[in-house]
């Protein structure tokens, strides 16, 4: 059935049929109130995710506590904040003088975020960012391989980047490790998902049990779709190690490997690594 509808179904009408789909949707829930105010209307969260939305912010809010040592009280960054997935759960976690800031470059995630969460939990806060990527925000105007982020140094204990160096090139990921390290308290800790490239992933990801295969080359990794490598992109691991070492960034081993090029034993779909900023005598 799906695919004949598939065959009579040109993709754009379909991409068209599913957006009045939601929009309907959202528009139910809203009226009848059926949606909690931690949760966008689908419409938005399909321009993220075609997962579980409020599942995957629950089974990070664990890890940022029991893998990063998340506590109350810290200061949190969450770089490419989208649409507060990683937020939500942790409005209910986060206490004054605990703090959460959410730095983004798509105008309307940061709307929704702004106008739902903050008035509710106003240590919760939301920034617009407007810098370029091909896949998200492709007539931004800054580019990610200079921008500064616009705090004061040593100002964070706990910065997230989920999702988002999967999206970004070297130069990119190179500069963004260095502004993390510049905003990190010293020995504060940054939380980050990557696709790691090493001999077991390469080996696995040609498996029918993948769901990623990264075959085009580019710097310091390789890309899986042609002509985008912003869609999705991997690093070696030995980069991962030594980009966030140069920008003063520890590893703390070891690596939480995911599941994403197939692997039995993982912790998530992404692989996530840990890092300290490292402390000055
Ligand atoms: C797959 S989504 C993940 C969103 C969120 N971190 C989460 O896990 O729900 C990737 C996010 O990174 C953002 N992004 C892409 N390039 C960025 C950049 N250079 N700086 C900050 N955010 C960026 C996108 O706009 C998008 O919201």
Excluded at 76 to 91: F, K, N
Excluded at 172 to 178: A, E, F, I, P, T
Excluded at 200 to 226: C, D, I, N, W
Aim: with cysteine.
């Amino acid at each position: 059935m799906r695919q004949l509808v598939r065959k009579l179904i040109p993709v754009a009408c379909r991409v068209w049929l599913r957006r009045v789909y939601w929009d309907v949707q959202d528009y139910c829930e809203r009226k009848l109130g059926l949606r909690d105010y931690l949760t966008p209307p689908q419409s938005l969260i399909d321009r993220i995710t075609q997962g579980d939305y409020k599942a995957v912010g629950r089974e990070f809010a664990k890890h940022f506590i029991e893998l990063g040592g998340l506590q109350p009280h810290h200061k949190v960054l969450d770089v490419g904040s989208g649409l507060g997935r990683m937020a939500a759960p942790l409005t209910s976690y986060l206490k004054p003088p605990g703090e959460y800031w959410g730095l983004e470059i798509t105008k309307d995630f940061v709307a929704w975020c702004k106008e739902s969460i903050s008035p509710r939990h106003v240590h919760f806060q939301f920034l617009h960012c407007d810098i370029y990527n091909a896949s998200y925000n492709p007539l931004g105007k800054e580019q990610a391989s200079s921008f500064i982020f616009p705090f004061e140094n040593e100002t964070f204990d706990f910065i997230i980047l989920s999702s988002v160096f999967t999206h970004l090139l070297a130069p990119d990921m190179k500069n963004y490790l260095s502004q993390i390290s510049r905003v990190l308290k010293p020995g504060g800790t940054a939380f980050i998902t990557y696709f790691i490239l090493n001999e077991e992933s390469v080996r696995l990801q040609t498996g029918a049990t993948s769901k990623f295969h990264f075959k085009y080359p580019t710097e310091g990794g390789m890309y899986a779709f042609e002509g985008k490598p912003e869609a999705a992109i991997a690093f070696s691991e030995s980069n991962v190690r030594t980009w966030a070492l140069e920008a003063g960034l520890e590893l703390v081993e070891p690596i939480h490997y995911g599941n994403w090029c197939g692997r039995d034993r993982f912790v998530s779909v992404q692989d996530i690594v840990i890092y300290r900023k490292v402390q000055s005598d």
